[in-house]
């Protein structure tokens, strides 16, 4: 079965990294375009960043140019690298593959911004 497992939250100050890993099983991940979401408190998921099967990246307009987002295919394996991190970027962040009939969620890594 599909399985996406997030790895590398945690708390960190305004400005600095954390950078973000996504291991999936259970589908050809080579083939399969994998996306980062965030959920803030009190608000909806939405997307952050995107990266088709074969590396086309997309953004959100906030976090262009800070935040990369990357795939291992020998590792099965999707990153978000995440820079000059900001309080409002608090939030748990998921994985997502997009697969026929329906998405797949990891359980979500939390990541906290301090101020």
């Known amino acids: 079965q599909v399985q996406l497992v997030e790895s590398g939250g945690g708390l960190v100050q305004a400005g600095g990294s954390l950078t973000l890993s996504c291991a999936a099983s259970g589908f050809i991940f080579r083939s399969n375009a994998m996306g980062w979401y965030r959920q803030a408190p009190g608000k909806q998921r939405e997307l952050v960043a995107f990266i088709t099967n074969n590396d086309r990246t997309t953004y959100s307009d906030s976090v262009k140019g800070r935040f990369t987002i990357s795939r291992d295919n020998a590792k099965n394996t999707v990153y978000l690298q995440m820079n000059s991190l900001k309080p409002e970027e608090t939030g748990v962040y998921y994985c997502?593959?997009?697969?026929?009939?329906?998405?797949?969620w990891g359980q979500g890594t939390q990541v906290t911004v301090s101020s």
């Open positions: 997502n593959a997009a697969r026929p009939g329906r998405d797949y």
